[in-house]
């Protein structure tokens, strides 16, 4: 099916399939999760699945970065385990990476 | 306990939204500069942004602009893109059951990483507030179409957003909240696997298939593994 997104029908067959494309990954975990019984071991692999997201989502950053991006990591830890605040944790972060890259270039 | 819905949990959520709305305007904005390049609209690029409401998905959309295919490649890259909220949405049901559907389906709509993230937050700490996930998801709706309509009216005028670290915003808060999940040496198997087997699928894959590869594993391999090996 050929769709020409500089027409208006045409963006608005394009912006409905990416509608409904993203609202269906947003539910359909949720949805079958219905059919599963909540079992001890359903409770562990639900429970570990933040972290292992989180890892999954931090790795490939870490492997692609370079000193500004470890010297952000390292100040988003140091200020969470100081303040506990995530999000003054994450500006943090944020700050020590605008910083490397204004000051250091990296 | 069973989920409700409170005025303080929206605004709540809603406020500690804003501190993370410079982030989510500027990713906004950096979607709009690149919706006005391939000859979008300020109403298409803002239309897309509130029906769609995933920075990333949209950014490889973009990319596939004027290719002959355009259907099939914006609903693939809205599947590899969004992978990972299958696994976002099964994690947070437990912390919604309860909840009337349609409330609980129209809620999803909003969700994203960080209310994601904030909402497994608040299960951990025993909190059943779902307007918290809601509000923060308002507020980054918001900031999302404020970044999207500035970044497509003035793009030109913006400069690098890499310049302030606002693209490690959401790295950093994935972090903070990581640390906050840690509770002993046990949470180290999850978020090792889940990292080595998203780093082979972020070389060899592509797309965000790596977050819904390494999720997966990290976490299954926690639910299998005998309880003596864990403690």
């Known amino acids: ?106 | 306990m069973s989920p409700y819905f409170s005025r303080d949990g929206f605004s709540r959520g809603f406020f500690e939204g804003i501190g993370l709305l410079p982030g989510m305007i500027a990713f906004g904005a950096v979607f709009g500069v690149l919706a006005d390049g391939v000859g979008l609209s300020v109403t298409g690029a803002a239309a897309m942004s509130l029906f769609v409401f995933a920075g990333t998905a949209q950014l490889l959309a973009l990319h596939s602009w004027g290719a002959p295919d355009l259907l099939v490649a914006v609903v693939v890259s809205v599947i590899a893109m969004n992978a990972r909220y299958v696994l976002f949405g099964a994690a947070i049901q437990p912390w919604m059951r309860g909840l009337p559907p349609l409330i609980a389906y129209a809620s999803l709509f909003l969700m994203v990483d960080a209310n994601w993230a904030a909402g497994m937050r608040e299960r951990d700490a025993g909190r059943h507030d779902i307007a918290v996930f809601v509000g923060m998801g308002t507020a980054f709706m918001i900031g999302w179409i404020a970044g999207t309509v500035a970044g497509a009216g003035f793009g030109p005028l913006l400069g690098d957003p890499r310049r302030l670290g606002l693209d490690f915003f959401l790295p950093a808060f994935f972090l903070s909240l990581a640390c906050g999940f840690w509770k002993g040496r046990g949470d180290l198997l999850p978020f090792a696997i889940g990292a080595a087997v998203a780093l082979v699928f972020d070389r060899f894959v592509g797309g965000s298939w790596h977050v819904l590869a390494g999720g997966l594993a990290g976490s299954l391999t926690s639910a299998f593994l005998p309880a003596k090996a864990k403690a």
């Open chain 1, 1 to 106: 099916m050929n769709v020409d997104p500089s027409t208006t029908s045409g963006l608005v067959i394009i912006i409905f399939a990416m509608t409904v494309a993203a609202y269906l990954t947003r539910v359909s975990g949720f949805f079958l999760m219905r059919f599963v019984a909540v079992t001890p071991r359903v409770e562990t692999w639900l429970k570990a699945l933040p972290l292992a997201i989180m890892g999954s989502i931090l790795a490939p950053i870490a492997a692609h970065g370079g000193p500004a991006e470890y010297a952000g990591f390292a100040a988003t830890i140091a200020v969470f385990l100081w303040r506990r605040n995530d999000i003054l944790a994450a500006f943090a972060g944020m700050a020590a990476v605008a910083l490397m890259r204004a000051f250091v270039g990296v």
